[in-house]
Nanobody, 123 residues
Framework: QVQLVESGGGSVQAGGSLRLSCAASGYIPISISMAWFRQAPGKEREGVAALGGNGGTIYADSVKGRFTISRDNAKNTLFLQMNSLKPEDTATYYC?????????????????WGQGTPVTVSS
């Protein structure tokens, strides 16, 4: 079992930056993969960035070059550094985890989810 708690969301103007954090607790082996998803009102939840237990990373095309996913294994914390934010990045951002080595942006790959943290980007 894994428990996930996100923080760091808020409101920012276009072009600004935010860093999201996800604190994980429970059974956290090295072979755990974690990811960030987001869901805007009226839209499907979509994968943003994932970090596998093997260290591999994948990003949605819409955030490549602007977002960076990273993890502090000692603190069991996942981060999402978001730069050059755009109004279309506005959404609730969710942290997700799964036991396994490979990163994935498919929401069906993840069994554990946080409650989400809202991000609003104004133009």
């Amino acid at each position: 079992q894994v428990q996930l708690v996100e923080s760091g969301g808020g409101s920012v103007q276009a072009g600004g930056s935010l860093r999201l954090s996800c604190a994980a607790s429970g059974y956290i082996p090295i072979s755990i993969s974690m990811a960030w998803f987001r869901q805007a009102p009226g839209k499907e939840r979509e994968g943003v960035a994932a970090l596998g237990g093997n260290g591999g990373t994948i990003y949605a095309d819409s955030v490549k070059g602007r977002f960076t996913i990273s993890r502090d294994n000692a603190k069991n914390t996942l981060f999402l550094q978001m730069n050059s934010l755009k109004p279309e990045d506005t959404a609730t951002y969710y942290c997700a985890a799964a036991y396994g080595w490979n990163p994935s942006l498919r929401k069906g790959s993840y069994a554990y989810w946080g409650q989400g943290t809202p991000v609003t980007v104004s133009s």
